[in-house]
């Protein structure tokens, strides 16, 4: 009876591994931080851009929201930052907002560090107010917003957002 349980097992297992891996999770609905009624410490939800000007996450309400923690000296974050510049050349500016959070400790670095590889993704650094649900132990993290703020997805670790599988799931997204 053992024997007949390992293949089914080892299927249902490869099947939820391969989702997780597509980064195709969903996380469950959370409050939106969008919401300029939503604080988060002694104010509203803050990230600084790189020219150290505060901006609120509620700025970003009506787009899909594609957030990325990153940081120079972090190789899986180089690695897949290409694939992030592809899938923003693949989304309509109109409706998509990059969102690619530093965590170099020198502005400055991560910065000129995307200028020299010349891709056209915002830097912003962690405000006084981030939000904890973006801090996490592991970078890169990735988290897709719905126009509300709600987290659609969440991803720890490296993975490629320009496979045709993750393209589509985002333009799904943008059609809800």
């Given at each position: 009876m053992k024997k007949n349980l390992i293949i089914p097992v080892a299927i249902a297992s490869l099947f939820l591994a391969s989702g997780y891996l597509l980064g195709l999770d969903q996380s469950?609905?959370?409050?939106?931080?969008?919401?300029?009624?939503?604080?988060?410490?002694?104010?509203?939800?803050?990230?600084?851009?790189?020219?150290?000007?505060?901006?609120?996450?509620?700025?970003?309400?009506g787009k899909l929201v594609f957030i990325n923690n990153w940081a120079t000296w972090c190789p899986p974050c180089v690695a897949e930052m290409p694939t992030i510049e592809q899938l923003?050349?693949?989304?309509?500016?109109?409706?998509?907002?990059?969102?690619?959070?530093?965590?170099?400790?020198?502005?400055?670095?991560?910065?000129?560090?995307?200028?020299?590889?010349?891709?056209?993704?915002?830097?912003?650094?962690?405000?006084?107010?981030?939000?904890?649900?973006?801090?996490?132990?592991?970078?890169?993290a990735t988290f897709v917003l719905d126009r509300e703020g709600k987290i659609l997805h969440t991803y720890l670790g490296m993975a490629d957002y320009s496979k045709e599988s993750f393209v589509r799931q985002m333009e799904l997204w943008l059609d809800q």
């Open positions: 469950p609905k959370t409050e939106s931080v969008l919401d300029k009624e939503v604080l988060v410490e002694e104010g509203p939800a803050e990230l600084h851009d790189a020219e150290g000007h505060a901006v609120n996450f509620a700025d970003f309400k923003k050349k693949e989304m309509p500016e109109d409706e998509v907002a990059f969102v690619m959070v530093s965590y170099d400790r020198n502005p400055k670095k991560a910065i000129n560090w995307m200028k020299n590889k010349r891709m056209d993704l915002p830097v912003y650094f962690p405000g006084e107010n981030f939000p904890r649900q973006f801090i996490t132990d592991a970078i890169p």
